[in-house]
């Protein structure tokens, strides 16, 4: 199954194209073509990701990147097609938000073959919904033009599934001899949870963050550090500086509702506490890496100890990290040594530095699953949906 995929959630314009085999017990991917726009230059002079600002982006370069990406999987013949006027005025009231969209499109479509591709899978939440709207007008509008089914992808599924691939090349990597219970802790800019999933793609919500989400705390933390967005990689490279050193003079951090007997988790008040240690006074570089590193050991720690009381809960056989705070370096060392030692029975899958970030091959993969299930939408019935759930619980 060939599948193309679209991801606008955020501030990455991705589109990719697929080749998969296989089926839930034992699937194959092959990557033939996948580009990537990335707006985090732009959205670094504002200090963060405006959604006006990450939309107009996304109307801007994804025709350019959808076409980036047919090319390099040479599926991209050049042919003078007339497009019935009906489906044109379809697909012109589906666009009537996005005219620069619009334009772009229809000259795509005006000289191109209709690609062979099987289904094209978008993230249509969670993330924010002007953005999502970009790459699911696309969808639908592609779908009618091309008559090719779609199936929208939850962004946080994709996270979780493309972090159980394991490489076979640059280009192939596959998903097999899963043990189930799995149990993911997806950590980004917008969420904590801690999702089970106990029959295959059938998700329940085990915990959560009661408050802000981890990425965001550190995005805080870098902010009142006076690290540029985003903050995650800052913060974490100042923490390795004060770890190489060792002996640090900080303070250690509260570990927010780490006795607390439920799977939930609360990061507001550790931001706090940092703020407290800064006290608007003028820091050395060595005090800077000290607190990073003082707030990183208690993350860790608190995302180690709930993860852990969840895996006993679940009675989970793997356990992944997904979502963008999983490429940081301290989370991936501590689950890898705490794992071994503390749950030698679970496997434990952290995402390859590819996966981290968003992009469209983790959509696409997802989708591939999604389709084999037949959860096909038509054109008319898709929507973004900025809080989209994977647990029919929390929806
Ligand atoms: O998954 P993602 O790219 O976007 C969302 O769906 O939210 O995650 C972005 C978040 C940001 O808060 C960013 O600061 C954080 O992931 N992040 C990191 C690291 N790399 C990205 N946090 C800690 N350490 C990192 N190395
Ligand atoms: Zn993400």
């Given at each position: 199954?060939?599948?193309?995929?679209?991801?606008?959630?955020c501030?990455?314009?991705?589109?990719?194209?697929?080749?998969?085999?296989?089926?839930?017990?034992?699937?194959?991917?092959?990557?033939?073509?996948?580009?990537?726009?990335?707006?985090?230059?732009?959205?670094?002079?504002?200090?963060?990701?405006?959604?006006?600002?990450?939309?107009?982006?996304?109307?801007?370069?994804?025709?350019?990147v959808?076409?980036?990406s047919?090319?390099?999987?040479?599926?991209?013949?050049?042919?003078?097609?007339?497009?019935?006027?009906?489906?044109?005025?379809?697909?012109?009231?589906?666009l009537t938000?996005?005219?620069?969209?619009?334009?772009?499109?229809?000259?795509?479509?005006?000289?191109?073959?209709?690609?062979?591709?099987?289904?094209?899978?978008?993230?249509?939440g969670?993330?924010?919904?002007?953005?999502?709207?970009?790459?699911?007008?696309?969808?639908?509008?592609?779908?009618?033009?091309?008559?090719?089914p779609?199936?929208?992808?939850?962004?946080?599924?994709?996270?979780?599934?493309?972090?159980?691939?394991?490489?076979?090349?640059?280009?192939?990597?596959?998903?097999?001899?899963?043990?189930?219970?799995?149990?993911?802790?997806?950590?980004?800019?917008?969420?904590?949870?801690?999702?089970?999933?106990?029959s295959?793609?059938?998700?329940?919500?085990?915990?959560?963050?009661?408050?802000?989400?981890?990425?965001?705390?550190?995005?805080?933390?870098?902010?009142?550090?006076?690290?540029?967005?985003?903050?995650?990689?800052?913060?974490?490279?100042?923490?390795?500086?004060?770890?190489?050193r060792?002996?640090?003079?900080?303070?250690?951090l509260?570990?927010?509702?780490?006795?607390?007997?439920?799977?939930?988790?609360?990061?507001?008040g550790?931001?706090?506490?940092?703020?407290?240690?800064?006290?608007?006074?003028?820091?050395?570089?060595?005090?800077?890496?000290?607190?990073?590193?003082?707030?990183?050991?208690?993350?860790?720690?608190?995302?180690?100890?709930?993860?852990?009381?969840?895996?006993?809960?679940?009675?989970?056989?793997?356990?992944?990290?997904?979502?963008?705070?999983?490429?940081?370096?301290?989370i991936?060392?501590?689950?890898?040594?705490r794992?071994?030692?503390?749950?030698?029975?679970?496997?434990?899958?952290?995402?390859?530095?590819?996966?981290?970030?968003?992009?469209?091959?983790?959509?696409?993969?997802?989708?591939?699953?999604?389709?084999?299930?037949?959860?096909y939408?038509?054109?008319?019935?898709?929507?973004?949906?900025?809080?989209?759930?994977?647990?029919?619980?929390?929806?």
């Open positions: 199954m060939k599948i193309l995929s679209i991801e606008t959630s501030d990455e314009t991705a589109v990719s194209i697929l080749e998969a085999t296989g089926d839930e017990s034992s699937a194959h991917f092959r990557v033939l073509g996948n580009a990537l726009l990335s707006q985090i230059d732009i959205h670094r002079e504002f200090g963060g990701v405006y959604p006006a600002v990450a939309k107009r982006e996304h109307a801007k370069n994804l025709v350019p959808l076409a980036a047919l090319e390099e999987a040479e599926l991209m013949k050049e042919d003078l097609q007339v497009l019935p006027d009906e489906l044109r005025t379809e697909i012109s009231v589906l938000r996005e005219p620069e969209l619009a334009e772009a499109l229809f000259a795509f479509l005006d000289e191109t073959e209709v690609p062979d591709i099987d289904v094209i899978a978008v993230t249509h969670p993330g924010l919904e002007p953005a999502l709207w970009v790459g699911v007008n696309l969808a639908r509008a592609l779908s009618l033009a091309w008559n090719k779609i199936v929208g992808v939850n962004h946080m599924e994709g996270h979780l599934l493309s972090a159980l691939t394991k490489p076979e090349s640059e280009k192939d990597f596959s998903i097999q001899n899963l043990e189930l219970p799995i149990l993911g802790l997806l950590i980004s800019g917008g969420h904590t949870e801690l999702m089970a999933m106990e295959w793609l059938s998700y329940r919500l085990v915990g959560q963050t009661k408050d802000d989400a981890v990425g965001e705390a550190y995005d805080k933390v870098a902010r009142m550090l006076g690290l540029p967005y985003p903050g995650g990689p800052e913060v974490s490279k100042l923490a390795e500086n004060a770890r190489e060792g002996n640090t003079q900080m303070p250690s509260p570990r927010p509702m780490m006795k607390d007997s439920a799977c939930d988790f609360s990061f507001s550790l931001k706090t506490a940092v703020l407290y240690l800064i006290k608007d006074r003028a820091l050395s570089e060595t005090e800077k890496e000290e607190i990073a590193h003082s707030f990183e050991e208690a993350v860790s720690d608190v995302l180690f100890a709930k993860t852990s009381r969840a895996l006993l809960e679940t009675g989970a056989k793997t356990l992944v990290l997904g979502g963008g705070v999983s490429a940081n370096t301290n991936r060392r501590v689950f890898s040594e794992m071994t030692i503390e749950h030698p029975e679970v496997s434990l899958y952290l995402p390859e530095p590819r996966f981290t970030t968003d992009n469209a091959i983790m959509i696409g993969i997802a989708g591939f699953y999604r389709a084999l299930k037949q959860d939408t038509s054109p008319d019935n898709l929507v973004a949906s900025g809080n989209l759930s994977l647990s029919p619980a929390s929806v």
